[in-house]
Structures are given as structure tokens and as C-alpha cells.
């Protein structure tokens, strides 16, 4: 089973304790500018939201690597290997989506590898806004809310 | 670890900036924050010196678990000699400007003297430099966190500025971050601005570490499952806000309604929790759109909220339609109840402003009810407040008069001055709902006669937050006491005052304790911080940073004298509710708290007492 974070926006009151446990975890400190996950604060529009990779199947990130340091894994994840990556940062302008960046402090680049199966930000979350589930049912929850709020007929009765 | 160990000292007059090593001595006795700041203030001024001259300073100071992941681990303090008060001043904040200073690698900032043109401070990392604000003077808080970010080309830059209300010097103008979390009370703002001093923006992007990181990681997650089980912390906070209160202390008897003639609102629901979730305006939305949880907070009680667009307020100012901070229980009272007004918009769009231009909207919405009463006595008239009508109720008198008095325009500049100065300018100091000059919050001590002690005594003047009694005589917390009585209620503002110093220093924010006491709190401390940190160390720590703090006020020129509640609340019986016919016992409960706290009848803390403290 391929398991994917599931981010809903709705829920996040962007308290950034994805952030923290994020970079304890990779960093050994409680440093959220160096967190593989980020929460974006759009206050006009009364909106957190947390952005991190999706791990793509194709991956620019990867195809653009002229060391090969970003690898696959069996569970689709995309690593990147630092003994390999050079700090050319063609991966930070190749990922369309802006989730791989360059660490000044070690000169290579960090992007979420989802804690070898186990992230991190997810067990942090307090209102469930971050979840880690199946991918082929990351829509479910979604689906069923929908299928509920269009059912024509409880609409009717 | 947890603390950063350096400070920030910052000499406005000269433009003189050193890195210092932080006092750990000092810490291990005052923790961080408030605490630790206090002692710094103490050691460094002269209590009897003017709160606006350049000989004042103004300390902003993070606690040792700000920054890190312990629920609400997210607050500063800002510590000065208050400008509304004259006694020491120390206004907490959330948002993320605290933690950010911490990932800068600072745990405080010291300003000293006075800029001679204005200047905001950037810390982005260890490059801290003094910039020209001569573009920001005049620019709303929105506006300068708007443009300091555009013009260092940095998003993430977290800052704390005044509005045109700290530049005015309002009497209670706050310093606000990241847009409306703000240093509220006892205008450490007009200190800011005295100072000439506009903003503070960090950006920094090293990490903070604790000592135990295992041990850590299990007390604060014990801690979170405590607050997320709470009725309290893990259900009416999220829910609905601080803003649950409104009701609940309405039918207490306790909501000081038009400058507390009376102690129960007939608009309160109007202007609830519950009536900011209903639907309203064209689009069908509710007045409260998000929660949102400051920094490291797994509570989220911050409301984020918009203004009905065909409402009179904003009808045609459409740079107030969008999402903000929104109200608050103690905010909601004070522009709401205080003043008989139970437009909710219009409370909602007052609030705007304060953030805006960095005004305190208890001070302000309390001043404003004074004055509403001198107006209701024919003291005031329409002559003297320049076609202002302060009627109770009027939201059309509190829109004007929230934007005259950010600017100190016309009547506004007296409004400006606190209700202490304003009802004894116009012959009636009696009617001025203050203590030590500062306005008291939503609480009316006839209903609720611990608030009253608590009041009486806090050390920053009028304050709920230094004895949250409200907890044990309305919820029950951490056990029920009677609001009606004065019994055993000397002890219990005690118990309080010395738990919240203590919380106040680490870093967390005191609504952790609705859940948590001294027993979930000293563990995550002791796990982040060197030295040992027991409930015990911890309340002693409290205690000896109460009287800190009164030594310096005692120093400052104030006396037993000064530790007494406007003499409404001592005279006028409560006319409805629980608490129909009672006035406050402040009488009973002061000499037993006194004495509980090792001082004299003088209220002068003993010598044995400073000892035992080892101050």
C-alpha cells in the first residue's frame, strides 16, 4: 500500500506544530525555517494551509538530478541521497510545486521523504488538517462528504 | 538549553548595538519573560523615572519554552515602566514574532534612550541593524508590516509595531504582531513610541533545542492529551473562543455593563460567541469565518472574523471587508458592554481599529464608557466633544470616537488619556473604573469578589490575567469556590498570582491552565531547561517575581492606597443577578492577603519575606 499526506486546510488553525516536529526530526532542533512542511497564513481570506511534496510518480525534482541523488523507493517516495547531491539546486527550479529547498548549513537540498513511513508533522497535527492515508483513498473522506451534502433524495425528504 | 542564552541590547540615543551574554544566575531565579525581564527592568532603572523619557527602557523578552513545540510554547513579553500606570508593566503576546526572535538566537531585546528620528530594528539572524522609519511614520500597524516586508523582500519576517496610537503616545497603545496579537495593556506602546521607535522585524533561521529531548517530547505530549480531554481547553476555547464567556458571565451577574452601573447586559447575546457563528450580511456568512492557534498552540481560541459589507461601518470602505482578528470575550465587553452597545459589526470594526492602529480595546472601550456616563450626566456635552454624542449604546459615538482617538484628534486626545485622567479633568474621579490608573476588564468584582482582590493588587494595575480566579468561582477550576463570598478567597489570589508568574516566565500562555496546573507545567519545563524545576521551584520562582514586582512598584511612590477598587464596586449594591445587593469585600480579603503574603499592614513586603525569597 502507497500512503500519501492528506493535507485539509479547512482544519489547520496554523499553529505550525507540523513545523516544529518536522524539523526536530530532521534537524534535531525546533526550527520551522528548515521544515519540509509549511504552513502559509492567506489572513484576508481567513485561510492556513500547509504545503508540503506530494511525492510525484513522475518526478521533475528527480529527472532533473545530473548526480542521480533523488531516488525512489518501494513506497514511491522520492529520497535525496547527500552523499550524491552537490548542492546544484536544478531541482529546487525543476519542481514545479517549490518543496525541495537548499540548506545553506549542509549545501545540499531537503525535501519531505514522510519520515521513512511515519511522518512526523501528521502525528503533530491537533485538529487532524495533515493525515496519512492510502493514496488510493486520499479522496474518500471527501467523497462521502460530497455524496451526502448532493444526495437529491434527503434533499427531498 | 531551551534559552539562547544571548541578549540584545539596544541604545536608541547613541545607535549603539551589543550582544550580551544572558544572565543564567538570573534565569535559574526568574525562569524567562516575564520573570526575567522584571529583573532586568529592576536592576536597570529608576522606579520613579518618567515611563515616557528616554530613561525608561523597554524590554522584549521570550521565556525559555518559546519557540519550542509544548503547546502554546509561542509568547513574548514586553516589560517597562507603564505609561498609563507608572507601575512595571508586562503585556503578553502570541502570534509568532516570540519564537521567531529565538530562531534569530536571542531571548531578549533591551531598548534604551531615545531614537532622534524615528527608526525600526531588524534582526535577521545575527545581522541586527537600526533602520531610518521616516516612510513609516504615520503608516498604521498594516500598513508597516506590509511595507517592512516589501521592502526587505521577506514574507516570513515576523514583526512587532505601534500604529499612529503609539506614536501619539495614547496612554494605552499597544505593541501589535503579526497584525492583531498584541502587548495590550498599560501602553507599553506609547513607551515604544516615546522612544521613537516604529517596529521590530525578525527573521531568523536557527533552531531551539531542549535539554531533554526524549523526556521532552513525552511531558509535552502528556500535556496536549490534557488539553485536548478538557471541556475547557478542548472543546469551548476551540469552539467558540474566549468569547464563550459572554453569556456564562452575563448570567453571573458579573459583565460591568455602561461603566458598571449595572452588572448584566441586556445585549449580551448580541454580541457573543454564539452570535458571531450565527449568519449574517448578504453572502450568508457567519461573522466568525476561522480559529486560529498561535504559535505552537494546540487550543486555537483566536477568532478570525469579517465585518457585515453593508454595514455603516465599512458600507463604503471596502479595505475593511477582508478576514482579521476578530473579537475577543475581553474586547467584545469593553467596546460592547462597557459602553451599552450591542451592535456586534460595530464592535467587530472598533476592534479592527485598535489592531490597526495599536490601541488597547480594553482601556479604550472602558475610557469610553466613563466618558459616555459624564456625557449621560450633562458633564459633557457635544460643545466640549467637538459634535461627538457619547450616548450609551451608540455604535455611530464608538465608530467616531475609536478613530479620533488613534489619531489624538480632537475629542479623541482626551479619550486618549485612560478614564483615570479623564473623569477627575472633568470633577468626577469616582466614576473612573480603574486601578492604578488602568481600566479594569469584564469582570465585576460585585459578582465574582475574588476579581476584586485580584484587581486590587495586580501589579500592573486593573488585570485578569495576574489571578484568574474566574476559573475557581465560575468553572470550577481547579475546584469551585463560591463567587459570592469573600471566604478563603485571599489564598486562592495568592495561589493564582505566583502559578500565572511562574507560567507568564516559561514561555506558555495562561489559558494552558483552565487544564493544566503546576503538575503538567513543571515537567515540560524541567525536561527543556537545565536546573531543577519542580511545582515547588516553579511557585516559589512565581512568588518571588510577585514581589519583585511590587518592590519596584512600592519603590515607584505606591502605597496600600493604591491597592483599592473605585468606589462604585465598594458602595453600590449589584442591582440584578446572583449578586443582587452585594458590594465588593475587598475590606475582609485585604489585610488576610497581606499578611498570607509575608507583609506588612502597609502592604510593604518584610524583610523576612524578601529573604526567604532571596531577593
Known sequence: MQRALVIDPGKCTGCKQCELACSYVKEGAFNPSKSRIRVFDFHQNARFVPYTCTQCDEAWCQQACPTNAITTDAFGVKNVNDNLCVGCKVCTIACPFGTVNYNVATGKVIKCDLCGGDPACASACPTDAIAYTDVEQAGFDKMQAWAQKTDAGALQA | MAWMRKLLRVNLTTGNIVEEPLNMEWAQKYLGQRGLASKYLTEEIDPKVDPLSPDNKLIFCTGPLTGTSASTGGRYSVITKGALTGAIACSNSGGYFGPELKFAGYDMIIFEGKAEKPVYLTVIDDKVTLQDAGDLWGKSVWDTEAAIKSKHQDSMMHIASIGIAGENQVLYSCIV???????????????????????????????????????????????????????????????????????????AGALPTRNSRDVQFEGAHDISAEAMAEPSGKDGKPNLLANQGCFACTIACGRISKINEEHFTVVNKPEYWHASGGLEYEAAWALGAATGINDLDALTYANFICNEQGLDPISFGATLGAAMELWDLGILNSEITGGLELKFGSAEALTAAVEATGKAEGFGAELGMGSARLTAKYGKPELSQTVKGQEFPAYDPRGIQGMGLTYATSNRGACHLRSYTVSSEILGIPEKTDPLVTEGKAGLVKAFQDATAAVDSAGLCVFTTFAWTLEDIAPQVNAACEGEWTVDTMLEAGERIWNLERQFNNQAGFTAADDKLPERLMKDAAKTGPAEGLVSGLDVMLPEYYELRGWTADGVPTNETMARLRL
Do not use: C, W
Not at chain 2, 515604544?192 to 517530547?217: C, H, I, P, Y
Not at chain 2, 500535556?223 to 481547553?233: E, H, I, P, Q, R
Open chain 2, 177 to 251: 504582531n503579526d497584525l492583531h496579537r498584541a502587548a495590550g495593556r498599560s501602553g507599553v506602546g506609547a513607551v515604544m513610541g516615546s522612544k521613537n521607535l516604529k517596529a521590530v522585524a525578525v527573521r531568523g533561521t536557527g533552531g531551539v533545542k531542549v535539554d531533554d529531548f526524549m523526556e521532552f517530547m513525552k511531558t509535552t505530549e502528556a500535556g496536549k492529551k490534557v488539553l485536548a480531554d478538557n471541556a475547557v481547553t478542548g472543546e469551548g476555547l476551540p469552539t467558540y473562543g474566549t468569547q464563550v464567556l459572554m453569556n456564562v458571565i452575563n448570567e
